[in-house]
Each structure stands twice: as C-alpha cells, then as structure tokens.
Nanobody, 125 residues
Framework: QVQLVESGGGLVQAGGSLRLSCTAS????????MAWLRQAPGKEREFVAA????????YYVESTKGRFTISRDNANNTVNLQMNSLKPEDTAVYYC??????????????????WGRGTQVTVSS
C-alpha cells in the first residue's frame, strides 16, 4: 500500500500564494503519475494538475494554467503544487493522488489508486 499525506494548506487573501506538498510512503517503488484534485463545498471533485513519473510531462485544468505549477521530487517521494494569483474560486479541499500507470491520459475518467486525506485551502476576497 501507499500512504499520501498532504501539507501546506491554509487561509490566504486573493492574489496570494500557497505551496502544497504531498509525501508518499509505504510501497512507493513504481509509483507513476501523481496529481492534485480538489473539491469545493457542494461541488464534485475536480482534476487540478498531474505530472508524469519523470516530471517531463504535466497537465493542468484550464482554470489553473499559468497560475499553478506541479512538480515532483522522486528522491523524496514528494509532489508539490505551487499556487499563485489565488482566487476565491480556488477555495476547496485539495487532495493528492497517485497511480501505478506511467502516462497521464490513463487517468482521464479512471480513478487514481491512492489518495491522501486532503488539505483545506481557503482564499478570501
């Protein structure tokens, strides 16, 4: 099994920045795609960003392009999400996710195998 633990959430004013981190532990050998998803109150969980095993490929939901950056450190089994120019509509619980597949499109419409418990991000106007 793989355990994922997120950190870095909090309260920030609109226009501010936050950096989320997620550390994987357990059977981390062979972890492939890692991603961030979010769920706002009363809404369905939505994809935010994903990164390939090598870090060479990334994919973002349109609403975060140019503002969010996903990165990973395989030596330390971490994935990060740098969030800049935050907006009130970015308020949500952010979840770290990971899977064994090596290509991002594998998870279009397919759930990731491993999930963190989430970290709250609140952006005030």
């Amino acid at each position: 099994q793989v355990q994922l633990v997120e950190s870095g959430g909090g309260l920030v004013q609109a226009g501010g920045s936050l950096r989320l981190s997620c550390t994987a532990s357990g059977r981390t050998f062979g972890i492939g795609v890692m991603a961030w998803l979010r769920q706002a109150p009363g809404k369905e969980r939505e994809f935010v960003a994903a990164i390939s095993p090598s870090g060479a490929s990334t994919y973002y939901v349109e609403s975060t392009k140019g503002r969010f950056t996903i990165s990973r450190d395989n030596a330390n089994n971490t994935v990060n999400l740098q969030m800049n120019s935050l907006k009130p509509e970015d308020t949500a619980v952010y979840y770290c996710a990971a899977g064994r597949a090596s290509t991002i499109p594998t998870y279009h419409g397919r759930p990731y195998e491993y999930w963190g418990r989430g970290t709250q991000v609140t952006v005030s106007s």
